[in-house]
Nanobody, 112 residues
Framework: QVQLVESGGGLVQPGGSLRLSCAAS???????MGWYRRLPGKQRELVAI???????NYADSVKGRFTISRDNARSTVYLQMNSLKPEDTAVYYC???????WGQGTQVTVSS
């Protein structure tokens, strides 16, 4: 089983940027990876996903602001988040959704 560990969350002002990282304990080169988030009081939702070939898909709410990428040599997936808004405040989770692997989550708070 692959373990996923997120990092990079924190407090940022509206309009700011953060980069989340997800380090995997094993190879992820052949599997799709995704970032999800749980907003306060809501169910977890998909933020972005990247296939093993590098194709990406984003939630409408983050298109043009967030970028998902992967470094297979480092077994790491990233989520670059720009132009952050208060409504992006959530716990962000890394996942290999097809295999049911999830990280523990990292808190992102966007507030002035």
């Amino acid at each position: 089983q692959v373990q996923l560990v997120e990092s990079g969350g924190g407090l940022v002002q509206p309009g700011g940027s953060l980069r989340l990282s997800c380090a995997a304990s094993g190879s992820i080169s052949r599997i799709a990876m995704g970032w999800y988030r749980r907003l306060p009081g809501k169910q977890r939702e998909l933020v972005a996903i990247i296939t093993n070939s590098g194709s990406t898909n984003y939630a409408d709410s983050v298109k043009g602001r967030f970028t998902i990428s992967r470094d297979n040599a480092r077994s790491t997936v990233y989520l670059q988040m720009n132009s952050l808004k208060p409504e992006d405040t959530a716990v962000y989770y890394c996942s290999a959704p097809g295999l049911g692997y999830w990280g523990q989550g990292t808190q992102v708070t966007v507030s002035s």
